[in-house]
């Protein structure tokens, strides 16, 4: 087993990895998106409280349903795109902490009596989530685009009207097409950003 991913795969999670928002007509299959969950779940969040919640858009109505809330620049790469996701969290999630998380059922009462640790838990975590949800796409050979461009409000009305569900950030998700690409923008270096202590 090796113990570090080869040049291939850090090409196709990180280095050659890019956001897309050009779709060539090839279909994502409900298994690839299973595939892609049954990845995501594992990656770690505190207390195992995994918050993260995501709606699978893949039919014209669900789109229709999703424009209205858009910012124009997301619209037509959003329509065109043969998923969207929304990639939300559950305010709720301390109900889940007795399955969980069961060392520590009583964490559950902690979050519901606390609203301002919940709600940073939750965005948190599901933050964390929807960045370990782009990186399984890549892994299960899907490119993604994620936006924030849109009007959360009217998303969290159309689609969790009345749940505890509130809409974190979309990724459209399919097989980029790489002739529209944009040149890549550059990332800091080590030493801009970091600091070795
Ligand atoms: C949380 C998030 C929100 C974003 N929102 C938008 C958006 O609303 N519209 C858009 O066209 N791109 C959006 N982007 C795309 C970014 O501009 C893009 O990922 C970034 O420039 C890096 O591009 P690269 O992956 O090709 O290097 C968003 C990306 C992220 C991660």
Redesign the pocket.
């Known amino acids: 087993m090796p113990h570090t991913l080869d040049a291939e795969a850090r090409d196709l999670l990180f280095l050659k990895?890019?956001?897309n928002?050009a779709w060539l007509d090839q279909p994502v299959s409900d298994d690839t998106l299973r595939e892609l969950y049954n990845l995501m779940k594992w990656g770690p969040t505190s207390a195992n409280t995994t918050p993260a919640r995501i709606l699978f858009l893949r039919t014209k109505e669900a789109k229709e349903r999703l424009k209205p809330a858009l910012?124009p620049?997301?619209v037509g790469?959003t329509m065109a795109a043969p998923v969207t996701a929304i990639v939300g969290y559950d305010s709720k999630f301390y109900e889940h902490v007795p399955r969980l998380f069961p060392q520590m059922p009583a964490m559950s009462e902690m979050f519901a009596s606390n609203p301002q640790l919940s709600e940073t838990t939750a965005f948190r975590n599901g933050s964390l989530q929807?960045g370990y949800f782009?990186i399984a796409a890549r892994a299960v050979g899907l490119d993604c685009?994620?936006?924030?461009?849109?009007d959360n409000a009217k998303v969290d009305a159309e689609f969790f009207g009345g749940q505890s569900w509130k809409s974190n950030?979309l990724c459209n998700l399919g097989h980029g097409d790489p002739a529209k690409?944009f040149p890549?923008?550059p990332r800091f270096d080590f030493d801009e950003v970091c600091k070795l202590l």
Do not use: D, Q
């Not at 685009?145 to 849109?150: A, E, I, K, T």
């Open positions: 990895a890019r956001t928002t910012a620049g997301n790469k929807g782009i685009g994620p936006m924030s461009g849109f950030f690409l890549r923008n």
